[in-house]
Antibody
Framework: QITLKESGPTLVKPTQTLTLTCTFS??????????VGWIRQPPGKALEWLAL???????RFSPSLKSRLTITKDTFKSQVVLTMTNVDPADTATYYC????????????WGQGTLVTVSS | AIQMTQSPSSLSASVGDRVTITCRAS??????LAWYQQKPGKAPKLLIF???ILQSGVPSRFSGSGSGTDFTLTLSSLQPEDFATYYC?????????FGQGTKVEFK
């Protein structure tokens, strides 16, 4: 059974750094072709892709957020960590992590999401 | 970045109706398109990938078609559980981009 779960703070102050952890089970990030990505959704708005970490340590980022994002993996702990610096109220959103496999199957399994509010 | 334009942004339909949602890419993406269904407070669910391949477990009333820049998601006979918001996603090139969503509401 494949599961993913996001964890992190629910409230962050502007200019602070947000750290989110995706803990997954049922697959491994050492398998060729596997990746874990982050997607967010501001309240009432559309989905926005943020970043992707692959099995081979390749990383991809949204250009609009690249300067503020870091993504790392811990294969042994089955975790992917997303860090976003200098947060702003516009970063208030539900953050999801999701698995992708290969080059043709996009995000097939998703976490439940975690709502992060940026406010002073 | 490739822009994905969905239409309509919302629609009203009844149970049993045939529903069609379209997604247009700002440049050719071959068949690198997926469709997701999202219900309020829930994570998106993958319905179709590679433009027309039905994800395992998804009812056959869902179908996808298209290639290049124009894509379609069709629900052949709308069921009560299908009232939701639908998103397309292009994974042809980075940055990955979603459409703005189509909300399917009860008429």
């Amino acid at each position: 059974q494949i599961t993913l779960k996001e964890s992190g703070p629910t409230l962050v102050k502007p200019t602070q750094t947000l750290t989110l952890t995706c803990t997954f089970s049922g697959f491994t990030l050492s398998t060729t072709g596997v990746g874990v990505g982050w997607i967010r959704q501001p309240p009432g708005k559309a989905l926005e892709w943020l970043a992707l970490m692959f099995w081979n340590d390749d990383k991809r980022f949204s250009p609009s957020l690249k300067s503020r994002l870091t993504i790392t993996k811990d294969t042994f702990k089955s975790q992917v960590v997303l860090t976003m610096t200098n947060v702003d109220p516009a970063d208030t959103a539900t953050y999801y992590c999701a698995r992708r496999v290969g080059t043709t199957t996009p995000f097939d399994y998703w976490g439940q999401g975690t709502l992060v509010t940026v406010s002073s | 970045a490739i822009q994905m334009t969905q239409s309509p942004s919302s629609l009203s339909a009844s149970v049993g109706d045939r529903v069609t949602i379209t997604c247009r890419a700002s440049q050719g993406i071959r068949n690198a398109l997926a469709w997701y269904q999202q219900k309020p407070g829930k994570a998106p669910k993958l319905l179709i990938f590679a433009a027309s391949i039905l994800q395992s477990g998804v009812p056959s009333r869902f179908s996808g078609s298209g290639s290049g820049t124009d894509f379609t998601l069709t629900l052949s006979s709308l069921q009560p559980e299908d009232f939701a918001t639908y998103y397309c996603l292009q994974d042809y090139s980075y940055p990955l981009t979603f459409g703005q969503g189509t909300k399917v509401e009860f008429k």
